[in-house]
T-cell receptor, first 114, second 117 residues
Framework: GNSVTQMEGPVTLSEEAFLTINCTYT??????LFWYVQYPGEGLQLLLK?????DKGSNKGFEATYRKETTSFHLEKGSVQVSDSAVYFC?????????????FGKGTKLTVNP | GAVVSQHPSWVICKSGTSVKIECRSL??????MFWYRQFPKQSLMLMAT?????????EQGVEKDKFLINHASLTLSTLTVTSAHPEDSSFYIC?????????????FGDGTRLSIL
């Protein structure tokens, strides 16, 4: 079945550092790809998404490009802030039984220190 | 828009009791709702998908009689953990979509932390 693999954390950075969180996927067909963010004690919020190859999703300074040739969707941010500290989940969508389901990676915890 | 509310946010109860968790879409009608379970430092695992007016579709390995899901209206779905035991302790998250099918974004609730003593 479809699966998502993302780099294990935790990741600890200083403020204004460059961030990369790797994500690769295995899927039949061409799923949509997502990054979700989870702040402590909260549910998930959609950060960005891409629906087809070479699409770039971006939001709040974060970017990720749908790379079909490497089956990857790495998350990047040029300058992180303390407020970016959270757990980040890479996910893909698959359709089963008429409903679109999300398959998540294990999550990467990011801590940004001042 | 697209706010999803879960209640309660945290519940502690004794082993053997049943616990009901509510998931409401506050400003939209949700044709489909999803229930996930998240273990500490783990990913979200889809438990079941429920479409309003239909029986829920459970993922492999999820006990239907243990986790009862009701999608009574277009704005409310409930998950009841029956005869809960300590191993059922977890973070339960719901999400809701306006429509079935492809490219329908899921809007997530803030989750419910369930602790069984």
């Amino acid at each position: 079945g479809n699966s998502v693999t993302q780099m294990e954390g935790p990741v600890t950075l200083s403020e204004e550092a460059f961030l990369t969180i790797n994500c690769t996927y295995t899927a039949t067909g061409y799923p949509s790809l997502f990054w979700y963010v989870q702040y402590p004690g909260e549910g998930l919020q959609l950060l960005l998404k891409a629906t087809k190859a070479d699409d770039k999703g971006s939001n709040k300074g974060f970017e990720a490009t749908y790379r079909k040739e490497t089956t990857s969707f790495h998350l990047e941010k040029g300058s992180v802030q303390v407020s970016d500290s959270a757990v980040y989940f890479c996910a893909l969508s698959e359709v089963q039984g008429g409903s679109e389901k999300l398959v998540f990676g294990k999550g990467t915890k990011l801590t940004v220190n001042p | 828009g697209a706010v999803v509310s879960q209640h309660p946010s945290w519940v502690i109860c004794k082993s053997g009791t049943s616990v009901k968790i509510e998931c409401r879409s506050l400003d939209f009608q949700a044709t489909t709702m999803f229930w996930y379970r998240q273990f500490p430092k783990q990913s979200l695992m889809l438990m079941a998908t429920s479409n309003e007016g239909s029986k829920a579709t459970y993922e492999q390995g999820v006990e239907k009689d243990k986790f009862l899901i009701n999608h009574a209206s277009l704005t409310l779905s409930t998950l009841t953990v029956t005869s809960a035991h300590p191993e059922d302790s977890s973070f339960y998250i719901c999400s809701a979509s306006r429509h079935r099918g492809n490219n329908q974004p899921q809007h997530f609730g803030d989750g419910t932390r369930l602790s069984i003593l």
